[in-house]
């Protein structure tokens, strides 16, 4: 899966473009799932490990009642 955003309010309203692998493993736009929260960042670590931080939707004034850290190692 692939998140950022766009300002294209064509493709999405909210600014949202999601990228997902279809069964031919190409990449096609798909919406954000129901109750998707705010990815604000992502990094790996030398180990190759996924770090992403954001948080969970609903947030309001732009800051998220439920802020997370995740790792996927």
């Known amino acids: 899966m692939i ?3 766009t300002a294209d309010t064509a493709v999405d309203e909210d600014g949202d473009y999601v990228l997902t ?3 031919s493993g190409a990449f096609t736009r ?3 799932p ?3 929260g ?3 960042g992502a990094s790996t670590d030398r180990s190759g490990r996924v770090w992403s931080v954001g948080g969970a939707a609903g947030a309001v004034g732009g800051v ?3 802020a997370y850290a995740g790792l996927r190692g």
């Open 3 to 5: 998140v950022g955003e």
């Open 21 to 23: 692998r279809d069964r």
């Open 30 to 32: 798909t919406e954000s």
């Open 34 to 36: 129901s109750g998707a």
């Open 38 to 40: 705010y990815l604000y």
């Open 64 to 66: 998220s009642p439920a």
